[in-house]
């Protein structure tokens, strides 16, 4: 419990802060408990009180363009009815699923729920023309682009240079592209063969509306979304080497800019001012 409480300690004092000076903390399905009038009275009765000055919120706007949620928001059974559905879910539906050996039903397991989640995300912040930063599908997104949207990008970039290099150095461009078709393999074959669904009809690009933290539990580090002094970035904790690793970095300005355009990404990821 000592770390635990060191740990969230230090999340506290990294947390946006109200005008009144109260820390920000945005729940979500797994910790909507903090809704209930008891969870204030007993948190009050906690040793350490660290979350005396903390003010739960349910999304948080940065600015007129920036809107931050967990992402459970839509789905009945964990919005509207949850209560009844986690105690459904942990005393009677993973039994049943066991039993009969059904799918997984969330969207951190489930990738067509995923896809589909990700999608209403994703019309819905093009549409409303803001900045959508959320989590709860597990699955890190920057700027409406996947890791498996990124791996094909980084392939047609190399192979494209491939043409133009001299021999030697060909071979260490395909190596390159290797690795990455070998990311690919592993990605289609944990969605058992099936294409990740496009964000837009015939795989047009995106506009760079949509962003997700990702995991804080994956089997090789975490991931999370970082904005600092204008700069929007996706960043990796590996668990190797303890490193902290920038996937994805952009001016939050100029993606605004197009978001508010309706514009779509170039196909590097590098946004066409002409």
Not at 76 to 85: G, N
Not at 94 to 118: C, S, Y
Not at 179 to 189: A, G, H, Q, S, T
Request: aromatic share 8%.
């Amino acid at each position: 419990m000592r770390n635990s409480g060191k740990t969230i300690q230090q999340e506290i004092e990294m947390a946006p802060e109200t005008p009144d000076k109260k820390k920000i903390r945005i729940w979500g399905n797994h910790d909507k408990e903090v809704t209930l009038r008891r969870f204030k009275k007993h948190s009050q009765t906690w040793k350490d009180n660290l979350l005396e000055n903390v003010e739960y919120r349910e999304g948080l706007c940065l600015g007129e363009d920036i809107f931050l949620i967990h992402g459970h928001q839509g789905r009945f059974f964990e919005d509207q009815v949850w209560k009844l559905s986690r105690l459904a879910v942990h005393f009677i539906w993973k039994t049943v699923q066991k039993l009969l050996h059904i799918g997984v039903d969330g969207p951190a397991e489930n990738f067509r729920i995923r896809d589909d989640l990700e999608l209403n995300y994703y019309q819905w912040a093009k549409k409303n023309k803001v900045l959508l930063i959320c989590g709860h599908t597990h699955r890190a997104i920057f700027g409406s682009m996947t890791h498996f949207d990124r791996l094909l990008i980084d392939i047609r970039r190399l192979e494209k240079a491939s043409e133009q290099a001299a021999q030697e150095e060909k071979k260490a461009i395909e190596q390159q592209i290797h690795e990455k078709k070998v990311e690919i393999e592993k990605i289609l074959i944990h969605r058992s063969g099936n294409m990740p669904k496009s964000f837009e009809p015939g795989n047009n690009r995106p506009v760079p509306c949509y962003f997700n933290d990702g995991c804080c539990g994956y089997t090789n580090g975490i991931t999370c979304i970082e904005i600092d002094k204008n700069i929007i970035r996706l960043i990796k904790w590996r668990q190797q080497d303890k490193k902290r690793c920038i996937l994805e970095e952009r001016d939050i300005h100029l993606l605004l800019r197009y978001t508010k355009e309706g514009r779509p990404i170039g196909t590097n990821f590098e946004p066409d001012l002409h």
